[in-house]
């Protein structure tokens, strides 16, 4: 029974779905014959004929419009030099040329009294900035901060601690990870007293941050000292003290919404200002689109202005919605790829000179 099966089986396989005529074989057989000849279309082939290089017209090299011309090459440095001059050697291209953009604009707001806003991921702060950050803060470098969820934490723990960033690796294999108490306990307390007096999440830490030790260090103390807007954009689920048996959604949920609305206001002031973005890759760049078009919305002109991404590496949003789309009515935006702990001392410094 199973041979026969088979048998019927590979039969039905070999069988031709439909069968020709002899003529209409040999007329099939005819124009395939036709078409391909020992694998060579029927189509006539196309042909290359040589180019006589004789024939080449040039023109001199004077009338060539060059990119690069030994006056704006680089110098040598010489010990004892100062950072100005250091700046002054530099290559005149590239990189070099919009970092010097950025210098000029920042210093050319602080001059004009325009506003240079600070947004930030928690790397920053982890690479030992924040003295740097509060020191631009305290001469009016710099008039707003805006920062993510994870930058409020190092910037928190730092401050009660002075240490901050734990081995994920380790707490995740064995479930610890994110689960001191502290931290999650005085920052969520903190949100529940700042909503009970109408304040924002960075206003409400900044002034518990002022009773720790290391407020001088801290971004958020220094911001409720004086009085500069420190916000904090939350997103629900992504920080550590999220975990704690303490933590209110209502509360984070409030208490970021107050720091947007503050930091939509900021925006609507940067006509002639600057925003720089130190590492954040998703969170700020968006939450700054809202923002931007919350202030154009309700009529701020906000059109001439500069922007600059400092980041390890170049991404999506931040190429997209702080360098490009928001620049497009007449400012500048630049991306400057380095690693943070050289790029924004450098960018201070700079400005320092500058002003």
């Not at 304040?199 to 720790?212: I, K, S, V």
Request: proline content about 5%; hydrophobic content about 45%.
């Amino acid at each position: 029974m199973a041979a026969k099966s088979t048998a019927r089986l590979e039969g039905n396989v070999n069988e031709p779905r439909s069968r020709l005529s002899d003529s209409e074989a040999a007329r099939t057989f005819d124009i395939r014959r036709s078409t391909f000849v020992a694998g060579h279309s029927r189509f006539p082939r196309v042909r290359f004929p040589p180019l006589d290089f004789s024939k080449i017209r040039t023109y001199p090299v004077a009338d060539r419009a060059n990119k690069v011309a030994v006056e704006a090459f680089a110098k040598p440095h010489a010990a004892g030099e100062s950072f100005a001059t250091f700046l002054d050697k530099l290559p005149d291209f590239l990189a070099v040329q919009d970092f010097k953009c950025v210098v000029t604009a920042i210093a050319t707001a602080v001059k004009n009294q325009r506003p240079v806003l600070l947004m930030m991921g928690a790397h920053s702060i982890k690479v030992g900035l924040n003295p740097l950050i509060v020191d631009a803060m305290r001469r009016g470098i710099v008039n707003a901060v805006a920062f993510n969820g994870a930058g409020a934490i190092h910037d928190f723990e730092l401050c009660y601690n002075g240490e901050t960033s734990e081995d994920v690796q380790r707490g995740l294999n064995d479930g610890s990870f994110g689960m001191v108490d502290e931290t999650g306990r005085m920052m969520n307390a903190a949100f529940a007293d700042g909503i009970a007096r109408g304040l924002g999440a960075g206003r409400a830490l900044g002034e518990r941050a002022l009773a720790f030790p290391n407020k001088h260090l801290s971004i958020m103390a220094t911001g409720a000292e004086l009085d500069i807007p420190v916000t904090v954009h939350i997103g629900i689920g992504t920080d550590i003290i999220h975990q704690h048996p303490t933590t209110n959604g209502a509360h984070l949920g409030e208490a970021s919404y107050r720091d947007f609305q503050t930091f939509a206001a900021v925006c609507a002031q940067l006509e002639g200002g600057v925003v720089l973005n130190v590492g954040s890759a998703v969170i700020m760049p968006e939450v700054f689109l809202k923002a931007l078009t919350i202030a154009r919305n309700l009529g701020h002109k906000v059109e001439k202005f500069t922007t600059a991404t400092l980041d390890m590496t170049r991404h999506y949003r931040p190429s997209e919605n702080v360098q490009r789309r928001p620049t497009a009515l007449g400012g500048k935006g630049v991306y400057l790829v380095g690693h943070h702990e050289l790029m924004l001392p450098l960018l201070f410094a700079a400005v320092t000179e500058a002003i």
